[in-house]
């Protein structure tokens, strides 16, 4: 490259088509779990934010841990809730499965 020019990667935007209503709108599902440190007879349980072990994130006043176990995560249609099925009928969470997901099953621009 010259005059300080610098290659950028083209990147192609996947279509995603639901199998079942052919929705086109795509989202995450991700499972947000708390440890409960006590559990009281008259008011909600008293939540332990700060525990190590956590994968703690924060959404305005409140920690909130996101799950690490992938079959708690999953990607669905927003307009009817169907979950995205890898080959054997079970949901999945990674985005390369995502990709490959949406080539395999989707019609796209070039194909």
Not at 33 to 48: A, E, K, L
Not at 64 to 87: A, G, K, Q, T
Request: with cysteine; net charge negative.
């Amino acid at each position: 490259m010259s005059n300080g020019e610098e290659k950028t990667e083209q990147r192609k935007r996947l279509e995603f088509t639901c199998p079942r209503c052919g929705g086109h709108r795509l989202e995450q599902v991700i499972m947000i779990r708390n440890v409960i440190d006590n559990v009281y007879d008259s008011c909600d349980p008293d939540y332990d934010w700060y525990n190590d072990y956590n994968e703690n994130i924060v959404l305005g006043d409140w920690f909130y841990s996101i799950s690490p176990w992938s079959e708690h995560n999953f990607y669905r249609c927003v307009d009817c809730d169907s979950p995205l099925l890898d080959e054997d009928g079970h949901e999945f969470w990674e985005n390369a499965l995502l990709i490959e997901w949406l080539k395999a099953n989707c019609q796209q621009e070039d194909s």
